[in-house]
Structure formats: structure tokens, C-alpha cells
């Protein structure tokens, strides 16, 4: 029998970390790839180079001069146009996640109405008209039912990592977005600003036959719009609260027929009886920042349980293999090459697992991740911070 060849669009960091399970489990992967030398084409020996718009670049990566078919296509990235993937599904390559599915990452306001629809929690929002006057009236409405006077408006697509993303206080402080919208960029939404108390994050993970699983919540601490750190589990957080927040994942997974990994961005902040509520703030279908701590402190890791999704393969299972494990990003760094931080931090962090993207340096770009576990948080934490420190060239 021949190995089955997974397609995944995009050759960043997320793909080239699919390639270690993808190894281990005996398939293949063909990615195609933004750069011939890019994160994933380093690593990977069957690459493409083309961008995730170009149809004819996709259609190749699935079916090869050679004739050597995908046995089925899915993404490090949300940014593939939809028609194509709908006409893939009809001519029968198997999509995973299918584009009725990654259409509610594309667009926050698809998102926001579905997940509405399905009665999970979600900020109070609104869509935005397009036509400017009657753009300023609605956002002018929503901010004068907002107890602080503040709200958040958002970019519907394109944004990440905290981009697309202002609060506002007033129509004035999206002037230009709302003129871009009226002109034809993306449209936008507002939603209240929510005192959250912190960041949580569940991910979980659907096959096309409909199994689901669900990893510990982890908190996620975000630096300037980014992921900085994500500690598994959430400290402090309550079985009965921990139990909701899996559960309302698998509704997630289950109610927008997602097939793969799928991040679920949480809210939480104090409720009206005073105890914890979540919120859903974002959602990504497909491997995450928040999970890449399952590389090493979880029984299955989140890139080869998406392996197993996508080829309706049994999931594994998500159990947690130490008491805490802490991921910490490397944003950025002072060093002409990472790998100069090594001897150094191996000597003083044996314990740490240190993952490079293979990626030119630049401010705040995210370079690489160590994730470092044990019993004790506040030193595995400490640990894990330290060590990718070092990495960003900074001494201890």
C-alpha cells in the first residue's frame, strides 16, 4: 500500500511542524510553499512553490504532473479562496476543513452570526453598514449603550495577531476604515470591549466521521497582541468551568462541521452572579500557537492529531504527560542566528525543548517557541521565559 500523501497549503511554521508527526505516523506531506527556502521547505522534501490564491498552483499540489494524488488537501493558514475548495469537494478531493467550515475563520462576521445562532456565548456585536453615515450611526449607537464608552471594531477578514483590531471610542477613531469598507475592503463589526480577567484557549479536534476530542484548557498571555506564553493547564481554573469550556469546544467543533484542530480564543471575565463566565473571542481551524505545548506535554500533539483528523484516522488521546507545561515564545531577537543561543541555554536548561522555525529575524516576528514542563509551575514557568530569553539575545 502506498503512503497517502496529505496537501497542506502554506509553508510556514505550523507546516513544518506537522512534518515530525507526519514522519512518525509514515505519510507524506506536500506543501506548498510561499518560499523555496521558507520555514516548511527546509524541513520538508516535497514542496511547491506558489501562493494560496493561485488555483493552478493548488490544483498541481493535489494532483502532480507525476500523477501522485493527495489523498486529501488542508491548511497551515485560513487564507484560500473558497470556490476553488467547494469545486475541489464536487470533483472529489476530500477538504479538511471543508470550506463551509473555514469560511466562519475567514470572516468574523459569518463567525459571530453563526456562533449566535448556536447559542454559544459570544461579546455583544453588531455588523457595520457599508454605507459610511449609516456606518458612523450604528457604531455611534453601540458606543453609547457601552457602560465605559469604549468598543472594539474589527476588520471581518485579514486580521491576526492583533492586527485589524482597535478600540474605539468614537465613529471618528475608524474614519479610515470605514471608507476603505464603503470602497470594498472587508467589512467591519463591533463588539464590546469585555473586562476579561484573562485569555483562555481550548483546542480540540474533529474527524469527518464525527469523533471529537478535547485537550486541557490552557491560559494564553498575549504581549502587544501576540502570544507570549500559554500555560497548561489554566491555573486555578475549576473542574465545573474547565468541564464548559471543553464542552462548549465540542459544540463549536461539532455545530460549524469542523474536521481537523480547531483553536477556540476564549474571554474570561466576571459574570453576573459574580462567579467566571467565557466568551468566545476568535477562532482558527487549524493548528495553534496555544497548542504547541501538546509537542511535548501532551500524549498526542495537536499536528499529529490533525494528521489523524484529516485522514479519519482515531484520534489519540490529549491527556496531559506532566502537571504543567509552560510554552514561551522567542518575539524577535538581538542574535544573528538563533542556533548561537544553544550551548548556553542547553547547559543551563537541560530540560527545556526548544523548537526553531528556521525563520529570518525580525522585531517581534515569532521565531520559535521552548516549551519546558514539570510539578512545580512558578519554576517551570520561570524556566521556560529564561530560556527563550536567551534565544532573544538577552542575558540573565
Given at each position: 500500500?502506498?503512503a497517502p500523501?496529505?496537501?497542506v497549503v502554506?509553508?510556514?511554521?505550523l507546516?513544518r511542524?506537522?512534518?515530525p508527526?507526519?514522519g512518525e505516523?509514515?505519510?507524506?506531506l506536500r506543501a ?5 527556502d521558507g ?9 511547491q512553490v ?6 493552478a ?5 493535489i494532483?502532480?504532473a507525476?500523477?501522485d494524488a493527495?489523498a ?5 493558514h485560513?487564507?484560500?479562496?473558497n ?5 475541489l469537494l ?8 471543508g470550506?463551509?467550515?473555514?469560511v466562519h ?12 445562532e448556536?447559542?454559544l ?13 449609516e456606518a458612523?450611526s ?13 468598543a472594539v471594531a474589527?476588520?471581518?477578514?485579514g486580521?491576526?495577531?492583533g492586527?485589524?483590531?482597535?478600540v ?5 477613531d475608524?474614519t479610515?476604515w470605514?471608507q476603505?469598507?464603503a ?11 469585555v473586562?476579561?480577567?484573562r485569555e483562555l484557549?481550548?483546542?480540540?479536534a474533529r474527524?469527518?466521521?464525527?469523533e471529537v ?7 494564553s498571555?498575549?504581549?502587544?497582541g501576540v502570544c ?5 493547564p489554566a491555573?486555578g481554573?475549576?473542574?465545573a468551568l474547565?468541564?464548559q469550556v471543553r464542552?462548549?469546544a465540542?459544540r463549536?467543533v461539532?455545530?460549524?462541521g469542523v474536521?481537523?484542530?480547531l ?9 453576573p452572579d459574580g ?6 473571542n ?10 504547541h ?8 500533539s495537536q ?5 489523524r ?6 484520534l489519540g488521546?490529549t ?7 509552560v ?6 531577537s538581538?542574535l ?9 541555554l ?7 525543548k ?11 516576528r515569532k521565531l520559535?517557541?521552548?516549551?519546558v514542563s ?8 520561570a524556566?521556560?521565559v ?11
Amino acid at each position: 500500500m502506498t503512503a497517502p500523501v496529505i496537501a497542506v497549503v502554506g509553508g510556514g511554521q505550523l507546516a513544518r511542524m506537522m512534518a515530525p508527526a507526519a514522519g512518525e505516523l509514515g505519510v507524506r506531506l506536500r506543501a506548498l510553499v510561499e518560499e523555496p527556502d521558507g520555514s516548511a521547505a527546509q524541513v520538508l522534501t516535497d514542496t511547491q512553490v506558489g501562493a494560496a490564491s493561485d488555483e493552478a498552483a493548488i490544483r498541481a499540489l493535489i494532483a502532480p504532473a507525476d500523477d501522485d494524488a493527495a489523498a486529501v488537501l488542508t491548511f497551515e493558514h485560513e487564507h484560500v479562496p473558497n470556490a476553488l475548495l467547494q469545486d475541489l469537494l464536487e470533483h472529489g478531493t476530500p477538504v479538511h476543513p471543508g470550506p463551509d467550515a473555514l469560511v466562519h475563520a475567514q470572516d468574523k462576521i459569518v463567525m459571530r452570526t453563526r456562533l449566535t445562532e448556536l447559542g454559544l456565548p459570544c461579546p455583544r456585536w453588531a455588523p457595520v453598514p457599508l454605507d459610511p453615515a449609516e456606518a458612523r450611526s450604528v457604531i455611534a449607537a453601540f458606543l453609547a449603550a457601552e457602560p465605559g464608552g469604549e468598543a472594539v471594531a474589527k476588520t471581518s477578514r485579514g486580521g491576526y495577531d492583533g492586527k485589524g483590531v482597535r478600540v474605539i471610542a468614537s465613529p471618528d477613531d475608524v474614519t479610515d476604515w470605514i471608507q476603505a469598507a464603503a470602497a470594498g475592503a472587508p467589512q467591519l463589526l463591533v463588539e464590546e470591549k469585555v473586562p476579561f480577567t484573562r485569555e483562555l484557549a481550548a483546542l480540540v479536534a474533529r474527524r469527518p466521521s464525527g469523533e471529537v476530542r478535547t485537550w486541557p484548557v490552557v491560559e494564553s498571555i498575549q504581549r502587544d497582541g501576540v502570544c507570549s506564553e500559554v500555560i497548561a493547564p489554566a491555573p486555578g481554573l475549576s473542574s465545573a468551568l474547565e468541564a464548559q469550556v471543553r464542552d462548549l469546544a465540542a459544540r463549536v467543533v461539532d455545530g460549524l462541521g469542523v474536521t481537523g484542530v480547531l483553536a477556540v480564543e476564549l474571554f474570561e471575565a466576571p459574570g453576573p452572579d459574580g462567579g467566571p463566565r467565557v466568551l468566545v473571542n476568535e477562532l482558527a481551524m487549524r493548528p495553534h500557537n496555544s497548542g504547541h505545548w501538546t509537542i511535548d506535554g501532551a500524549v498526542t500533539s495537536q499536528f499529529e492529531q490533525h494528521l489523524r483528523a484529516v485522514l479519519d484516522l482515531p484520534l489519540g488521546a490529549t491527556d496531559a504527560v506532566a502537571p504543567w507545561t509552560v510554552m514561551a515564545n522567542v518575539l524577535g531577537s538581538s542574535l544573528t542566528e538563533l542556533t548561537d543561543a544553544l550551548p548556553a541555554l542547553m547547559e543551563r536548561f537541560p530540560e527545556a525543548k526548544v523548537n526553531l522555525y528556521g525563520k529570518g529575524i525580525r522585531a517581534g516576528r515569532k521565531l520559535g517557541h521552548v516549551n519546558v514542563s514539570g510539578s512545580d509551575l512558578a519554576t517551570v514557568r520561570a524556566r521556560a521565559v529564561e530560556a527563550a530569553a536567551l534565544l532573544r539575545g538577552e542575558s540573565l
